[in-house]
């Protein structure tokens, strides 16, 4: 024999199992950090609420980080009142936030300190806003091309890295279209791009080896 449910039974069981869906959504495989979660917080949370508006889908991974796509750019600030961002991610690192995003060896305790060439991180080429490898670092890893101001650094270059995979070659140019100034091959970096190319950089490229 069928049991007829009342309409407010029907209710409080429907109730009853959204209140669960509600409590297992957040931890089902495969749930995105969303980049609306939350707006940036900490002492540079005026900066990367301003990069987001150029870029917006970053996800904040530490007091000094944010990354996009997956971990693929990763753009790391100096403490305000310090010239050169932290190596790794710096700190109040989100754990939850980088172990999705499998940024792990990217806060590694093992990194060289800040203001060499390895704060860059193995995987990915990198600019700075200084020279010395000072300044702001922007990494980059799958991204092929872009356009400095999309990120905030146009004609603020003044040292680069490359650590990256495929033995990647970056070119920097005036802007898309203009004169070269400098090539990037893998390994290799520069402390100082050089005064006729400081804080020039608007665009750059890359092809494989």
């Given at each position: 024999?069928r049991?007829?449910?009342?309409?407010?039974?029907?209710?409080?069981?429907?109730?009853?199992?959204g209140?669960?869906?509600?409590?297992v959504?957040?931890?089902?495989?495969?749930?995105?950090?969303?980049?609306?979660?939350?707006e940036?917080?900490?002492?540079?949370?005026?900066?990367?609420?301003g990069?987001?508006?150029l870029?917006p889908?970053?996800?904040?991974?530490s007091d000094?980080?944010?990354?996009?796509?997956?971990?693929?750019?990763?753009?790391?600030?100096?403490?305000?009142?310090?010239?050169?961002?932290?190596?790794?991610?710096?700190?109040?690192?989100?754990?939850?936030?980088?172990?999705?995003l499998?940024?792990?060896?990217s806060?590694?305790?093992?990194?060289?300190?800040?203001?060499?060439?390895?704060?860059?991180?193995?995987?990915y080429?990198?600019?700075?806003?200084?020279?010395?490898?000072?300044?702001?670092?922007?990494?980059?890893?799958?991204?092929?091309?872009?356009?400095?101001?999309?990120?905030?650094?146009?004609?603020?270059?003044?040292?680069?890295?490359?650590?990256?995979?495929?033995?990647k070659?970056?070119?920097?140019?005036?802007?898309?279209?203009?004169?070269?100034?400098?090539?990037?091959?893998?390994?290799?970096?520069?402390s100082?791009?050089?005064?006729?190319?400081n804080n020039?950089?608007?665009?750059?490229?890359?092809?494989?080896?």
């Amino acid at each position: 024999m069928r049991m007829r449910l009342s309409s407010r039974t029907r209710r409080m069981t429907a109730g009853a199992f959204g209140a669960a869906a509600l409590l297992v959504a957040p931890f089902m495989s495969g749930a995105a950090i969303s980049a609306d979660d939350a707006e940036p917080t900490g002492p540079l949370a005026s900066e990367m609420a301003g990069l987001l508006e150029l870029q917006p889908g970053g996800v904040q991974v530490s007091d000094n980080a944010m990354a996009w796509d997956d971990g693929a750019t990763v753009v790391v600030w100096p403490d305000p009142g310090e010239k050169r961002a932290p190596s790794g991610l710096g700190s109040n690192v989100r754990t939850d936030v980088v172990e999705h995003l499998g940024l792990e060896g990217s806060n590694s305790a093992d990194f060289s300190p800040m203001g060499v060439y390895t704060s860059c991180p193995s995987a990915y080429y990198c600019f700075y806003t200084s020279s010395n490898y000072d300044g702001t670092r922007y990494q980059f890893s799958s991204t092929c091309s872009g356009y400095a101001s999309s990120w905030g650094f146009n004609n603020q270059t003044s040292s680069w890295v490359n650590r990256s995979g495929s033995r990647k070659i970056i070119y920097t140019y005036v802007s898309n279209g203009g004169s070269l100034l400098w090539h990037q091959p893998h390994p290799g970096q520069s402390s100082y791009v050089g005064s006729s190319n400081n804080n020039r950089m608007s665009y750059w490229r890359c092809s494989h080896t």
